[in-house]
C-alpha cells in the first residue's frame, strides 16, 4: 500500500522557546494545521526528525536555524459511523460547522446512545471535508448542550479550527446565550433571593450565581452545587419578560459546566419548566395561568432551554462572527401560552 503521509519541513526560527514542543508550534508553518497536542503526539510516535535526528522529548531544547521535518500519517477513518441524518446548518466553510440542533439530539456517541448522534451526522454530512481533527478523520466537539437543550453549536472540521476555537472557550471569549422559561419570577426585591448563597445583583437587575459544581455525592448522573470542592461555575440570568409565577429569562455563561444552566436556577429556586432531572415537581397554578399555558407545561417533555445565540472569532480568517437562532415551535407555543 502506498504511503500517504505528508512531510512538514521548516525553519526554527530565532529566539525559540526553551522547550521543543513549543517551538515547533511556535513555528509550524499554519497550513499544516498541527494543534500543539497533536504535534505533542507526533513526537511521541517518534515523527519528528530535527537536523536528521528523530527527536521525542518534548522538553529538550532546540536551536535557532534547526531543519524540521514533521511526518503526517494520513487521517485515519473514524471508528464512528457516518449515519445519513437531516442537519439544520447555519454556517459551513473549510475550517468550521455551526449546527442548530434539535432538542432530543445527543452530540457524541456514548454508553446508551451509540449512534443517531449529531457526530454521526457530521462525518456523513461532512465526509472528505474532515481533514482530520488529533489524526482522525472526525469533527471536533469544542463544547456540547444536553440532548434536550436546543440551538447552536460550532464544531471544528480541522485540527487548526479545533485548537483555536477551544482557546476561545477557555478563555471565555466565546459568546453564549440561552433562552430560558423557569418557575418564578427572578427579581432583585425578593428578599429570599438576596438570602441564597451564591446569588447577587448586578447592575441592571442581572441575577449572578457563582457556585462550584460537581457530582451529586447519590446519584453521579447528576450535577450539584458545592461551595467547597468541584469546579467554578458562573452563570448570569436576566428577566426577559415576565409572567405571574413564571418568566423568560436570558442566561449567559461564563463558563460551561455540564447541566450548568439547569442546576444554577435550580439552586436559586427557579428551575426551569420541564426540567425533568432539577425541576422538583413544581407546577404551573391553573388559576394564575390558565388551562392552556398549564396543560403545556405539565406535558412539556424537556427543560425550555433553548441554546440562542452564538459568537466568537473564526479561527482562520480573524471575522468576528455571530449566530441566533429563533426558539424552537415547542418553547414558543408554551411561551404564547403564558403572554395568553
Not at 10 to 15: K, L, R, S, Y
Not at 153 to 182: I, N, S
Amino acid at each position: 500500500m502506498a504511503d500517504l503521509s505528508t512531510v512538514v519541513r521548516f525553519i526554527i526560527a530565532e529566539d525559540p522557546p526553551a522547550r521543543l514542543d513549543k517551538a515547533l508550534a511556535r513555528d509550524v508553518p499554519e497550513a499544516a494545521t498541527l494543534s500543539r497536542s497533536r504535534i505533542a503526539r507526533l513526537l511521541a510516535e517518534g515523527a519528528v526528525r530535527v537536523d536528521g535526528v528523530v527527536a521525542t522529548d518534548a522538553k529538550s531544547a532546540v536551536a535557532e536555524g534547526a531543519e524540521i521535518e514533521i511526518t503526517v500519517p494520513q487521517a485515519a477513518e473514524s471508528h464512528i459511523g457516518a449515519q445519513e441524518i437531516p442537519l439544520s446548518v447555519v454556517w459551513e466553510d473549510h475550517d468550521l460547522i455551526v449546527i442548530d440542533k434539535p432538542a432530543g439530539m445527543v452530540v457524541h456517541p456514548a454508553p446508551g446512545s451509540p449512534d443517531g448522534t449529531l457526530v454521526n451526522a457530521l462525518i456523513h454530512h461532512c465526509g472528505d471535508d474532515l481533514s482530520g481533527v488529533g489524526g482522525a478523520k472526525r469533527p471536533g466537539i469544542v463544547h456540547r448542550i444536553d440532548k434536550d437543550t436546543s440551538g447552536l453549536l460550532v464544531v471544528a472540521k480541522t485540527d487548526r479550527a479545533h485548537q483555536g476555537l477551544a482557546l476561545q472557550f477557555e478563555k471565555h471569549t466565546a459568546e453564549r446565550h440561552y433562552l430560558a422559561l423557569c418557575h418564578g419570577v427572578p427579581d432583585p426585591n425578593d428578599p429570599r433571593l438576596r438570602g441564597v448563597k451564591g446569588a447577587s445583583f448586578e447592575t441592571g437587575s442581572v441575577l449572578k450565581i457563582q457556585t462550584m459544581l460537581g457530582r451529586h455525592r447519590t446519584d453521579r448522573q447528576r450535577q450539584a452545587v458545592s461551595f467547597d470542592q468541584g469546579r467554578h461555575a458562573v452563570t448570569r440570568a436576566k428577566v426577559v419578560e415576565a409572567f405571574a409565577g413564571a418568566a423568560l429569562v436570558e442566561c449567559r455563561l461564563e463558563t460551561g459546566r455540564t447541566h450548568q444552566i439547569r442546576v444554577h436556577m435550580s439552586h436559586v429556586g427557579h428551575a426551569l419548566i420541564g426540567d425533568p432531572v432539577y425541576g422538583g415537581r413544581r407546577k404551573l397554578s391553573e388559576k394564575t395561568h390558565g388551562a392552556a399555558a398549564v396543560t403545556l407545561a405539565a406535558g412539556f417533555g424537556r427543560q425550555a432551554l433553548h441554546a440562542a445565540s452564538l459568537g466568537f472569532t473564526h479561527p482562520a480568517t480573524g471575522e468576528r462572527l455571530r449566530f441566533d437562532s429563533p426558539l424552537p415551535a415547542d418553547m414558543a407555543e408554551l411561551l404564547a401560552a403564558l403572554r395568553g
